[in-house]
Every structure is written in structure tokens, then in C-alpha cells.
T-cell receptor, first 114, second 114 residues
């Protein structure tokens, strides 16, 4: 069965520092991969998605992610974190034979120190 | 577009009462999803519809939960009778296509059963 693992439950970075959030997936078919962000009390907002093609995808708010098939990973990065980036981040995987279903990771909570 | 609209945003109810959560998807979206978010289990897909027809309800926890989509612009998730362990945030989401398309989330219905 497919699964998504986000190894880091909570990460704290200093404002202006770089960020990498890890995501590993397990799925036999060609995956579609997503990163969503959730601010407190809010719904989920899509940051970026990967379907095919260039393995480095750019998203909103200066985020990017790289799909590495050999490592089954889709890590999220940002070169310089802003205080407003503090939120919870979810990696999700979908696939052709799963209709519209997305499987979400447990999430990584990001705190930003001034 | 107004996005996915959910109501109520917050509900506190007593154990044993019936709870009805409502959702209006984005106009033109053929897929509608109900997710539940808890600290323990993260984001779980409960059920999803395509063109108002339930496609996969394998995530519905038990018979106390039911979901309907009487038309393309309205869906309900009902819990009867409610129990304290149903306390969670319930998200409705919609998308245009099933495969790899962006799923847009509502802001959630925060349910507390006491």
C-alpha cells in the first residue's frame, strides 16, 4: 500500500536560514506528488506539485521541491525562510490508478526563530 | 471563485447528537472529497465523489458516518450519533480532474463532541 513519511515532526529554523523538509513515499506506480501548507486554523493551500518532466519544481512563496525517484523522495526547500513561513507542511502522493485520492504524510511543523 | 465553502466553521455538540457538516465545492469541479484531521491519525480521506456519485467510501470509519451529494454544488457529511472520539477537523475539498490535479481545500469544520 502506498504511504508517505515525513520523518521530522517539528523543525525550528532561524529567519533567513535555509530550509529543507523531507518527504519519502512508497508507491509502485508513477506518483503525483504535492506539498501543501496549513496555517493555524486554516485549510490546506497547495505550494507545488509534480506530475512528470523536470524533477525540480517551483512553487509559490519561493518554495521548490525536487523529485528523486531513486530515493523515493520529494523534499521541499526554501533558500531563506521568513517568519510568515511558520506553519505545518504536508507532503502528499496520488497516482493514476487511485482516482482522486491523496495520501498525506503526518506533517512537519515549522517554527521560525527571529 | 469563492473557493470551497464549508459550514459550520465550528461546532460543539453533546455526545449522541446528530451532526451535519456542509460543503459547497468550487463550481465546475467534478470531484469532491471529505477528509478528517486529528492529531493522532493526521489527514485521512473519508470518502470521495465523482459527478455526485460516491466512488470510494473505504475511509468512512463506521456506520455512524454517512455522506451525500444530492447535486453538483452541495454535499453533506453526517454523524449520528456523535461520540467524543469524532472530535476533529473535517475538510471538504474539490478538484477538476482525478489524476494529479490540484485539490482545493475548504477552511474546515472544527467539531468538538463533549
Amino acid at each position: 500500500a502506498q504511504s508517505v513519511t515525513q520523518p521530522d515532526i517539528h523543525i525550528t529554523v532561524s529567519e533567513g536560514a535555509s530550509l529543507e523538509l523531507r518527504c519519502n513515499y512508497s508507491y509502485g506506480a508513477t506518483p503525483y506528488l504535492f506539498w501543501y501548507v496549513q496555517s493555524p486554523g486554516q485549510g490546506l493551500q497547495l505550494l507545488l506539485k509534480y506530475f512528470s518532466g523536470d524533477t525540480l519544481v517551483q512553487g509559490i512563496k519561493g518554495f521548490e521541491a525536487e523529485f528523486k525517484r531513486s530515493q523515493s523522495s520529494f523534499n521541499l526547500r526554501k533558500p531563506s525562510v521568513h517568519w510568515s513561513d511558520a506553519a505545518e507542511y504536508f507532503c502528499a502522493v496520488g497516482a493514476d490508478n487511485q482516482g482522486g485520492k491523496l495520501i498525506f504524510g503526518q506533517g512537519t511543523e515549522l517554527s521560525v526563530k527571529p | 471563485d469563492a473557493g470551497v465553502i464549508q459550514s459550520p466553521r465550528h461546532e460543539v455538540t453533546e455526545m449522541g447528537q446528530e451532526v451535519t457538516l456542509r460543503c459547497k465545492p468550487i463550481s465546475g469541479h467534478d470531484y469532491l472529497f471529505w477528509y478528517r484531521q486529528t492529531m493522532m491519525r493526521g489527514l485521512e480521506l473519508l470518502i470521495y465523489f465523482n459527478n455526485n456519485v460516491p466512488i470510494d467510501d473505504s475511509g468512512m470509519p463506521e456506520d455512524r458516518f454517512s455522506a451525500k451529494m444530492p447535486n453538483a454544488s452541495f454535499s453533506t457529511l453526517k454523524i449520528q450519533p456523535s461520540e467524543p472520539r469524532d472530535s476533529a477537523v473535517y475538510f471538504c475539498a474539490s478538484s477538476l480532474r482525478p489524476r494529479g490535479d490540484t485539490i482545493y481545500f475548504g477552511e474546515g469544520s472544527w467539531l468538538t463532541v463533549v
